[in-house]
C-alpha cells in the first residue's frame, strides 16, 4: 500500500508501555520496529492533495484507459480512406514515471518508460514535443502513470507548467496497481519501447 521499505527505512524504537513492569520492553531489552516512511508519505500525500486542489489535473481510470486503447486500435482498422472517421483521435502517449525497478515488474502495453527524475528533462526529445501534442486538429493526449496515482499527479503538473495543453494531460487514477488489479493487460519491461 505505501510501496516497498528497505530495511535502511526502519528505525529500532524501544517501546515503553504505562504501568506494565515485568513485561515492559524497555526492561526485557526487545525492540520493535516502526516505520518512519509513514510520515514522510504522509507529506507526501499532502503535497499531491494541495496540487490537485490549486492545480487541478485531468484523471483518467483505468477502465477509460483500457477502453480508449481498444477504441483506437480497433476504430483504426475499421476506417477507410475513402471515409476518414474523425471522431476518433489516436490512442494517448503513455508514460509510466516509476523507477525502473517497478518496472521491471512489468508496465502497460505501448507504455514508454521514463522515470520521474528525468521527465522534465528527457520528455520532448524522447517522447513527444509540445507543439505536437498541442496541435489542434492532430493533438494527442497523454497519460501519465506511476505505481499508485501520486508521483503520476506531479508529474503530469510539470508537464502543463512546460507548456503541454492541460486537457491533454492526465494522470492514471489508481496507478499501474490498479490497471493490473482490473485484469488488464501487462506488458513486459524487457520487451517494451524502451527510451
Known amino acids: 500500500m505505501f510501496g516497498i521499505l528497505k ?28 516505520s518512519q516512511s509513514f510520515i514522510v508519505f504522509s507529506r507526501f500525500s499532502d503535497l499531491v492533495k494541495k496540487i490537485k486542489e490549486s492545480y487541478p ?10 477502453s480508449s486503447l481498444t477504441h483506437s486500435s480497433s476504430s483504426s482498422s475499421t476506417t477507410s480512406p475513402a471515409s476518414p472517421d474523425t471522431s476518433s483521435k489516436q490512442p494517448p502517449i503513455i508514460i509510466d514515471v516509476r523507477e525502473k525497478d517497478e518496472q521491471l515488474r512489468g508496465i502497460i502495453p505501448t507504455a514508454i518508460p521514463l522515470p520521474r527524475g528525468v521527465l522534465e528533462r528527457d520528455v520532448e526529445r524522447k517522447v513527444i ?16 502513470y506511476c505505481a499508485g496515482g501520486l508521483r503520476s499527479t506531479m ?10 495543453k492541460k486537457e491533454n494531460v492526465k494522470s492514471l487514477v489508481g496507478g499501474y496497481d490498479d490497471w493490473k488489479e482490473s485484469g488488464f493487460e501487462v506488458a513486459d519491461y524487457e520487451t517494451s519501447k524502451k527510451v
Open 129 to 144: 514535443s509540445v507543439e505536437e501534442v498541442n496541435d489542434l486538429e492532430n493533438g494527442r493526449n497523454i497519460v501519465i
Open 7 to 34: 530495511p535502511k527505512n526502519f528505525a529500532k524504537t524501544r517501546i515503553i508501555l504505562p504501568n506494565t513492569l515485568s513485561s515492559n520492553l524497555y526492561f526485557t531489552g526487545q525492540t520493535r520496529q516502526f
Open 155 to 164: 508529474a503530469a503538473e510539470s508537464l502543463v507548467r512546460l507548456g503541454y
Open 57 to 66: 489535473i485531468s484523471e483518467i481510470t483505468p477502465q477509460e484507459l483500457h
